[in-house]
């Protein structure tokens, strides 16, 4: 409700309590009782009709009840009474009480009320249960200023009893009738609070850079192809779903654990937390989907590191992981941390170089010392540049890489043996007894060409690693033999292994 509509009600309610034109204010009797300062609702409608221009019956009724919504006008005896053409007893609200006046009073206001009634005599103006609980409510709530207000409201009494028999009960149920409008009963609505309506949009004149936005706007929106058909979108949109459905507990609800939304297990949490010794075999395959799914799993993103670590390529997945760190450190620390990470990973000859272009080395420089763009964010085109980079060439070699199926494989016995995942990275299981350890990721390779993954295995061996991962049929088995410390490749789970199919490998203990 805006201002100008109160005022046209004050003017109204002006027009009403005055002495010459205004309403007739009496004390009526009503079953032998008598009511100070009241009106009855035909009073109302008729002075409604005889002031106002081009008013009928209708109108002035409508009118008169809005009135008693907003609280101008209130019964005297039944609260909620809507205001009909007969003898039913109502007043005026003083202009203290007026929304306009006071349109949101503070909670130490009604806790002042409320003491106030419980001073008083019980039976006439105790507590409903709704005030009850506000009371006990305020008073938890505005404990650490409670004397104040229990002394505010002695005071208040005592000067109430010194007014006249009538002026105590009309300004009595004035007050009474303010508080129903801004403290409603429960299920009661209420006119005075704010709608949180649609708000209209001021028209602003565009400058340079709104044009500027516009354009840069427009520009990734003809990156990310807009004018794909619907056809298509929904084709990809039922695919991925498709593929993520056995993988949601709530579409394809898991047997053993079963899903703690539906029974009181948290089990499957546990197994899928992020410091587990073993991930579940549902967890390693969905790092087969792509690299997001891969690296937003705090496991995976270990498992890749070590992977990268063994190729002598970590550094662009340190870059990426010190970048997502530097968006969510505090804001003091946002300074120091992006001169370390340009030190460590950008300048010519850093410890830790990656492989960035001129022009995205240069685009870096340049958002370091534009104040336009946030510090924390200027090495975002360095990060897409290295993450579409490794999308492109780590992620797929580490899908077909021996560390990727070593994971699988060390899910898939989770249920037999507690074996943490980190062994299986390059060990390819649990030692043996009378076994010699096994080398580190450092000197796991003789060197570059012994480092390729596609060179540790045979021709056969290469045709099987071309079938989807998830078909653990026809993952190959790599023995190791008792007498001799190489690895032994078979095609298959029940094919015999060939020795001529083996590959020595340095297993010197570190």
């Known amino acids: 409700m805006g201002s100008a509509t109160f005022h046209k009600m004050d003017a109204l309610c002006v027009q009403m309590m005055s002495p010459e034109i205004g309403l007739p204010v009496k004390g009526q009797k009503y079953f032998r009782t008598f009511v100070p300062a009241s009106f009855t609702g035909t009073e109302l409608i008729e002075w409604l009709i005889s002031n106002l221009l081009d008013v009928d019956q209708a109108e002035a009724l409508h009118l008169a009840n809005q009135l008693c919504i907003f609280g101008y006008v209130f019964p005297v005896f039944e609260a909620t009474a809507p205001i009909k053409e007969d003898n039913c007893l109502f007043r005026l609200q003083i202009p203290y009480f007026w929304p306009s006046h006071n349109l949101q009073p503070d909670n130490v206001e009604y806790a002042i009320f409320l003491s106030k009634r419980l001073l008083r005599n019980e039976e006439k103006h105790g507590l409903v249960e709704h005030e009850a609980e506000s009371y006990q409510r305020l008073r938890e709530l505005l404990g650490h200023m409670w004397d104040f207000i229990q002394s505010q409201a002695e005071m208040q009494l005592k000067m109430f009893k010194e007014k006249k028999k009538a002026d105590k009960v009309v300004f009595d149920s004035q007050e009474k009738a303010y ?9 009661t609505a209420s006119c005075i609070e704010e709608r949180y309506g649609k708000q209209e949009k001021k028209v602003k004149k565009k400058g340079s850079k709104d044009y500027q936005r516009e354009i840069e706007r427009l520009k990734q929106i003809l990156k990310i192809k807009p004018w794909l058909k619907s056809a298509k979108s929904l084709e990809t949109l039922v695919s991925w779903c498709d593929q993520f459905a056995n993988y949601d507990p709530m579409l394809s609800p898991p047997r053993d654990p079963a899903n703690p939304w539906v029974v009181d297990d948290p089990m499957l949490w546990q197994l899928n937390a992020d410091n587990v010794e073993v991930p579940t075999e549902k967890r390693v395959l969905r790092w087969g989907f792509s690299i997001q799914e891969l690296i937003k799993d705090p496991i995976g993103r270990q498992v890749l590191e070590s992977f990268l670590e063994s190729e002598f390529s970590q550094e662009n997945i340190k870059f990426w992981q010190a970048v997502q760190d530097l968006k969510y450190s505090p ?3 946002v300074s120091r941390k992006v001169e370390a990470i340009y030190n460590e990973f950008l300048v010519s000859g850093a410890p830790c170089q990656v492989n960035v272009d001129s022009q995205t080395l240069e685009s870096v420089n340049k958002s370091m010392h534009e104040e336009s763009i946030p510090l924390r964010y200027c090495f975002s085109q360095a990060e897409e540049h290295i993450f579409i980079l490794m999308s492109k060439d780590s992620y797929p070699r580490f899908a077909r890489s021996e560390i990727y199926r070593n994971m699988l494989a060390a899910a898939q016995q989770q249920g037999s043996k507690k074996l943490g995942w980190s062994s299986f990275l390059f ?3 649990p030692l043996k007894k009378g076994q010699p350890a096994r080398t580190s990721p450092q000197s796991f390779y003789k060197n570059k060409e012994e ?27 790599i023995v190791q ?9 078979a095609s298959g789970p029940s094919d015999t292994v060939e020795p001529s199919s083996s590959v020595d490998l340095d297993l010197s203990a570190k």
């Open 427 to 429: 060990n390819h299981g």
């Open 179 to 187: 508080w129903r409008i801004h403290r409603p009963p429960p299920g």
């Open 481 to 489: 033999s008792k007498s001799s410390p190489t690895f032994l490749v």
């Open 451 to 477: 480092g390729s993954m596609g060179r540790l295995l045979t021709a056969d061996f290469q045709t099987t690693t071309k079938r989807a991962i998830t078909d653990t049929n026809d993952l190959p088995v």
């Open 331 to 333: 804001s003091s620390e």
